[in-house]
């Protein structure tokens, strides 16, 4: 090896070779951005289908990844039971005491009107607001009792799973936003560790090439670069899964490490985003399964009704008949169920701290297992984690085969 002519190339060419390393570092950075961007973006395939083209990992895998998401919320951190086991029905009754009664007396109006124009018409206001006050005072028994029969029936009216399912296949910047934020500070590492790992190659790179002049050698070393910068850092996120002590400083995957606090970002977009008091009360009286809590609002305002006529309920029968008397009772609990939403939303405040669902969520993932909490992270890169291995890798031969060409044209290659 002729030394002379080496030192005297690396004393001519020195500012290229010096770029080698940080052409390297700046390959590995973009190519760990590339791989978390490819992740996430586009939300929609961009391109020729089926081949030529892209979709985010986790948009185009929405269904899988929410099924994940699902999976871990209602199997490891609450149960349906528990969404609304602390409601209580009498509190919630009193909560609503004032917007309900406003909306019950314009239920009264309303049916009255429609089926009895006449007869209503016809009585003093006095004796109107005497039949109103009258069914108001049960309004929030009548509240109660519904909430107690929903706990009771949970299982047959609530279907988390669909319902958290359904929320996010709607929504996803939404599923996007739950990775993104789970992972964030892994992310940034991500792209970070490709300047490091970058480098390093890329001083081996430079070496070999000075020795050398070995054409093949930065294209190959653009490929490594990519694949071995992608790969260590992957393991880096989620290995050792355990801790392992080293002296003073303890050794585990860097997400794992974060648990404590990547628990308390996820019960928070669960109870801010997804269970919150509106997503739960809307799926139970306008979901899928509604039709079963109409029917228990149907049989306690059937109860409040005629509760209420009782001794002169033959008299009001003979008076309308008994097909309107029922029809009156059937559109009374229709309405109530149409309104219901946004009576019980008066209380938001209170049914939000009752579910308590950022507590129990966040408590539940800090007592996960290690393996159980990789769980939340290692599926969007493990999905597809051979393509963006390939892509930065491919990405780095085509750098290398760009700095060979330059050196090439700058008269560098061969002495």
């Known amino acids: 090896m002729d030394w002379q002519n080496i030192i005297a190339d690396v004393q001519k060419n020195y500012l290229i070779y010096v770029s080698i390393p940080i052409i390297a570092a700046l390959l590995g950075y973009i190519t760990k951005i590339a791989a978390v961007k490819m992740m996430f973006y586009p939300m929609n395939f961009i391109g020729i289908k089926p081949i030529f083209g892209w979709q985010g990992i986790v948009p185009r895998n929405a269904l899988r990844m929410a099924s994940i998401a699902v999976d871990t919320i209602t199997t490891k951190l609450v149960s349906v039971k528990e969404v609304v086991a602390g409601l209580d029905s009498e509190r919630l009754g009193k909560e609503l005491e004032g917007p309900a009664m406003e909306v019950i007396e314009s ?7 429609k089926h009895q124009p006449r007869l ?3 009585l003093p206001n006095f004796a109107q607001r005497k039949l109103i006050d009258r069914v108001k005072k049960d309004v929030p028994n009548v509240i109660a009792s519904v909430m107690e029969d929903i706990k009771s029936n949970i299982d047959q009216i609530l279907n988390l799973k669909e319902l958290v399912i359904r929320i996010l296949m709607n929504d996803k910047h939404l599923l996007n936003r739950i990775f993104q934020e789970v992972g964030r500070e892994e992310f940034k590492f991500f792209g970070v560790s490709g300047l490091y790992f970058g480098f ?6 430079m070496i070999l090439w000075v020795l050398l002049k070995e054409p093949l050698i930065l294209p190959i070393f653009g490929f490594l670069v990519g694949f071995i910068s992608d790969w260590v850092a992957l393991n880096i996120l989620f290995e050792p899964k ?3 002590p ?4 303890t050794i585990q995957g860097l997400f794992l490490k974060r648990q404590q606090k990547v628990a308390a970002d996820y019960a928070r977009i669960i109870a801010t985003d997804i269970l919150t008091p509106q997503t739960i009360i809307g799926e139970l009286v306008a979901g899928p399964l509604s039709e079963r809590v109409q029917a ?3 049989d306690r305002v059937r109860e409040m009704v005629d509760s209420k006529a009782s001794i002169v309920k033959p008299f009001v029968v003979m008076a309308v008949g008994a097909e309107t008397f029922q029809q ?5 609990a229709s309405m109530l169920m149409e ?3 946004d009576v019980i939303m008066h209380a938001e405040s209170y049914v939000q701290t009752a579910l308590d669902i950022e507590n129990i969520v966040g408590s539940r993932m800090q007592a996960m297992t290690p393996l159980e909490f990789e769980g939340l992270l290692r599926p969007v890169f493990k999905q597809e984690e051979w393509i963006l291995i390939m892509v930065g890798a491919i990405l780095g031969f085509l750098v290398g085969e760009g700095q060979l060409t330059a050196m090439v044209h700058l008269g560098v290659l061969g002495h």
Do not use: A, H, N
Request: charged residues 25%; glycine residues 6%.
């Open 328 to 332: 009156m009772k059937s559109d009374t």
């Open 107 to 113: 239920i009264i109006r309303e049916v009255m009107s």
């Open 339 to 341: 309104r219901l939403q």
């Open 246 to 249: 080293f002296g003073s400083y």
């Open 296 to 298: 228990m609002v149907d």
């Open 120 to 122: 209503w018409e016809s």
């Open 242 to 244: 355990k801790p392992i």
């Open 200 to 205: 390093m190659i890329g001083l081996v790179q």
